[in-house]
């Protein structure tokens, strides 16, 4: 087995002993006679696979129990979609914060459904800054304000974030459960799972009860949270492999000390990285200092052409997925939890090696 450094922004690495469990569990899932991929979701022994990814995430994030979390298909897309569907009510507006690709993408769906605000548009700074609290001025009466904590493509993340009167709804696909926040400043948190916590298609959800409770009485029950709270996570056949591997990697988590040990290891990691980024203007790093993300490092070098070249070389020393996103270019490494040291260590080393050659 040659396991290489997988920098990809998402589906992403995960922790070599959650995948080794898996492996191990995959054709009989211990005292069940049955793979995980083949058990009913009614099950007794997938109620508490279930039971125990929820209770993990709730501990580890400090989940109060005025929220409820769910599991529902479709990734963190749908949930542009089902959060103004939920929460903009006929007539209202909502508040968004655009910082750049994904936040655009939550803005254009919540546009089908209502009337949105764009309180802060970073485009003037290409988008590669995140304001700072002071900078926004909220709209009064909005019925929620939206960010995103990090965003994947441009390499920016709030390192703070603002209070707001209306309820906070934060998409964070990218940072969930890399660092320490406090739940109850957010009415509502989603993230795709396919970046820090497991397989893609699938994303996490948690939600003030008293939000979801609230969600109108027109449109699909599908798509309503009040429907997914009812029957937790149940009402339609969840991504039940998704969710074991999720349970398997909050073990991780806690095994490793937890959100705050995570953060530590990633302020490490990506400090050694934009270190190197910093030492010699060969390096072009993207995202203004005050913003940047510690999960995706973009940068460029002075051509296409060099990057390209850097993307190859890396890839043939065992360092992949450092081309950056299509619609910008660049180069990007995605250092999400799993990622080792290691492995940054290993780019920084081919860095210096490649600016000698090339510089
Ligand atoms: C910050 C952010 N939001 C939303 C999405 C969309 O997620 P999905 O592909 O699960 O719908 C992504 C995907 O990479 C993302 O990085």
Same mark, same amino acid.
């Given at each position: 087995?040659?396991?290489?450094?997988?920098?990809? #922004? /998402?589906?992403?690495?995960?922790?070599?002993?959650?995948?080794?469990?898996?492996?191990?569990?995959?054709?009989?899932?211990?005292?069940?006679?049955?793979?995980?991929?083949?058990?009913?979701?009614?099950?007794?022994?997938?109620?508490?696979?279930?039971?125990?990814?929820?209770? $993990?995430?709730?501990?580890?994030?400090?989940?109060?129990?005025?929220?409820?979390?769910?599991?529902?298909?479709? /990734?963190?897309?749908?949930?542009?979609?089902?959060?103004? +569907?939920?929460?903009?009510?006929?007539?209202?507006?909502?508040?968004?914060?655009?910082?750049?690709?994904?936040?655009?993408?939550?803005?254009?769906?919540?546009?089908?459904?209502?009337?949105?605000?764009?309180?802060?548009?970073?485009?003037?700074?290409?988008?590669?800054?995140?304001?700072?609290?002071?900078?926004?001025?909220?709209?009064?009466?909005?019925?929620?304000?939206?960010?995103?904590? $990090?965003?994947?493509?441009?390499?920016?993340?709030?390192?703070?974030?603002?209070?707001?009167?209306?309820? +906070?709804?934060?998409?964070?696909?990218?940072?969930?459960?890399?660092?320490?926040?406090?739940?109850?400043?957010?009415?509502?948190?989603?993230?795709?799972?396919?970046?820090?916590?497991?397989?893609?298609?699938?994303?996490?959800?948690?939600?003030?009860?008293?939000?979801?409770?609230?969600?109108?009485?027109?449109? $699909? +029950?599908?798509?309503?949270?009040?429907?997914?709270?009812?029957?937790? #996570?149940?009402?339609?056949?969840?991504?039940?492999?998704?969710?074991?591997?999720?349970?398997?990697?909050?073990?991780?988590?806690?095994?490793? /000390?937890?959100?705050?040990?995570?953060?530590?290891?990633?302020?490490?990691?990506?400090?050694?990285?934009?270190?190197?980024?910093?030492? #010699?203007?060969?390096?072009?790093?993207?995202?203004?200092?005050?913003?940047?993300? +510690?999960? $995706?490092?973009?940068?460029?070098?002075?051509?296409?052409?060099?990057?390209?070249?850097?993307?190859?070389?890396?890839?043939?020393?065992?360092?992949?997925?450092?081309?950056?996103?299509?619609?910008?270019?660049?180069?990007?490494?995605?250092?999400?939890?799993?990622?080792?040291?290691?492995?940054?260590?290993?780019?920084?080393?081919?860095?210096?090696?490649?600016?000698?050659?090339?510089?």
């Amino acid at each position: 087995m040659a396991r290489i450094y997988n920098f990809s #922004s /998402g589906p992403a690495v995960l922790p070599l002993p959650v995948l080794e469990k898996a492996q191990a569990e995959l054709l009989e899932y211990p005292g069940s006679g049955m793979s995980i991929l083949e058990m009913s979701h009614r099950s007794k022994t997938y109620d508490a696979i279930i039971k125990a990814a929820e209770a $993990n995430i709730r501990q580890l994030m400090g989940i109060p129990d005025s929220y409820a979390v769910l599991f529902l298909p479709g /990734g963190a897309s749908q949930q542009f979609a089902m959060v103004p +569907l939920n929460l903009l009510p006929a007539g209202g507006f909502a508040d968004y914060v655009h910082t750049g690709a994904w936040a655009g993408k939550a803005i254009k769906e919540a546009e089908v459904v209502g009337r949105v605000k764009v309180v802060w548009d970073g485009r003037g700074d290409n988008y590669m800054r995140t304001p700072r609290p002071a900078e926004l001025k909220f709209n009064p009466g909005s019925a929620y304000v939206h960010l995103c904590s $990090n965003e994947t493509i441009g390499g920016v993340r709030f390192p703070e974030f603002p209070k707001t009167n209306s309820p +906070l709804v934060a998409d964070m696909s990218s940072d969930i459960m890399s660092r320490v926040i406090d739940v109850s400043n957010f009415g509502l948190i989603y993230a795709g799972l396919q970046k820090n916590l497991g397989p893609a298609g699938s994303a996490l959800v948690i939600i003030r009860r008293d939000l979801a409770e609230k969600t109108p009485e027109s449109g $699909n +029950l599908f798509f309503r949270y009040a429907t997914h709270m009812k029957e937790p #996570s149940l009402y339609n056949t969840p991504n039940t492999f998704a969710i074991y591997i999720l349970k398997l990697v909050s073990e991780w988590l806690a095994a490793e /000390g937890g959100l705050a040990a995570m953060e530590a290891r990633n302020q490490t990691k990506a400090s050694l990285l934009y270190q190197a980024l910093d030492t #010699s203007p060969f390096w072009r790093p993207c995202a203004r200092k005050d913003s940047r993300s +510690l999960m $995706n490092i973009t940068w460029r070098l002075e051509n296409e052409e060099l990057e390209a070249r850097f993307v190859q070389q890396a890839k043939a020393a065992g360092l992949d997925g450092l081309k950056g996103h299509r619609s910008v270019g660049g180069l990007r490494a995605s250092l999400y939890n799993a990622f080792p040291l290691e492995g940054v260590r290993k780019l920084v080393e081919f860095m210096q090696d490649f600016e000698q050659k090339n510089g």
